[in-house]
Nanobody, 126 residues
């Protein structure tokens, strides 16, 4: 079973940057698209970004496009999320997850992803 561990969260001022990392156990992860989601208490978990298994397909939520960059290193089984120009509304717990099928169609539905990590808190102060 795949296990994912997120890291890199923290407290940052608006306009600042953070880089989140997701470490995956098992090289089978390189076969799957990966995604980042975020959740605020009391709200549904929402899509942030996703990357195809080869890294040539990148998908972003409109709210983060142009500010966030997702990348992966299959040799290290890691998926990163570089977050720039952070805003207070980016405050959330961020989770990484694997797509549940070998063929990724660009889905942004959290129900199509699994093996969720424990999450890492990102807090952006105004």
């Amino acid at each position: 079973q795949v296990q994912l561990v997120e890291s890199g969260g923290g407290l940052v001022q608006a306009g600042g940057s953070l880089r989140l990392s997701c470490a995956a156990s098992g090289d089978i992860v390189s076969l799957y698209a990966m995604g980042w989601f975020r959740q605020v208490t009391g709200k549904e978990r929402e899509f942030v970004a996703a990357i195809s298994r080869t890294g040539d397909g990148l998908y972003y939520a409109d709210s983060v496009k142009g500010r966030f960059t997702i990348s992966r290193d299959n040799s290290k089984n890691t998926v990163d999320l570089q977050m720039n120009s952070l805003k207070p509304e980016d405050t959330a717990v961020y989770y990484c997850a694997t797509y549940l099928s070998l063929y990724y169609s660009g889905s942004r539905d959290r129900r199509d992803f699994g093996s969720w990590g424990q999450g890492t808190q990102v807090t952006v102060s105004s």
